[in-house]
């Protein structure tokens, strides 16, 4: 299957800094990414979904101004995470689909200290 | 709106065969997944159904799709020790899958 690459795979950072996850679509072009949280022995909680080239859909209850998505190009999406808090600290997943299926990046631990 | 459910914890013996089941709400759905979660990682595609077949089987791994309960299963033949992981059911109507809350396996000696 196609290959979605996710970096970092985990980070840590302080409280209050901001963090930037890439997601990188390998082998295809990928016209629209998602972007995941995934809480403890939780399910994945969508939180976006971006289109290359326009502003990202965000799902109800999520901060489009503190989980900042840029879809600059058909292999590329990013995540910042924007003065970062420890209630942030989680497992970030990005999705990318192809014309037929949705593929997933590996994930990126995320802790905020 | 859409609800996927799926049991948290499974325990088998290594060489047993595991079943894991799942059950939704959305009658439109159109393909169910099955991804599986290693520690630390992202989630694997491992097989999917179109929801006009009710049976499809892949190497060790058989879907079994009841559309009229709305239930849908995979089986694992002879699980080993690297079948542990988060197994996730999902269904999708549109292109968004919506995911159940995973099944840990858990395979023991």
């Known amino acids: 299957g196609a290959v979605v690459s996710q970096h970092p795979s985990w980070v840590i950072c302080k409280s209050g800094t901001s963090v930037k996850i890439e997601c990188r679509s390998l082998?295809?072009?990928?016209?629209?990414m998602f972007w995941y949280r995934q809480f403890p022995k939780q399910s994945l909680m969508l939180m976006a979904t971006?289109?290359?080239?326009?502003?990202?859909?965000?799902e109800q209850g999520v901060e489009k101004d503190k989980f900042l998505i840029n879809h600059a190009s058909l292999t590329l999406s990013t995540l910042t995470v924007t003065s970062a808090h420890p209630e942030d600290s989680s497992f970030y997943i990005c999705?990318?689909?192809?014309?037929?299926?949705?593929?997933f990046g590996q994930g990126t631990r995320l802790t905020v200290v | 709106g859409e609800d996927v459910e799926q049991s948290l914890f499974l325990s088998v013996r290594e060489g047993d065969s595991s079943v894991i089941n799942c059950t939704y709400t959305?009658?439109?759905?159109?393909?169910l997944y099955w991804y599986k979660q290693e520690p630390g990682a992202g989630l694997q595609l491992l097989t999917y159904?179109?929801?006009?077949?009710d049976m499809k089987q892949d190497q060790r791994l058989t879907v079994l799709l009841n559309k009229k309960d709305k239930h849908l299963s995979l089986r694992i033949a002879d699980t080993q020790t690297g079948d542990s992981a988060i197994y996730f059911c999902?269904?999708?109507?549109?292109?968004?899958?919506?995911f159940g809350r995973g099944t840990s396996l858990i395979v023991h000696p």
């Open positions: 999705s990318a689909r192809d014309p037929g299926e949705a593929f």
């Open positions: 082998d295809f072009q990928a016209t629209t």
């Open positions: 971006s289109n290359e080239g326009s502003k990202a859909t965000y």
């Open positions: 959305d009658s439109s759905s159109t393909y």
């Open positions: 159904i179109f929801s006009n077949m």
């Open positions: 999902a269904e999708k109507t549109g292109y968004i899958p919506t």
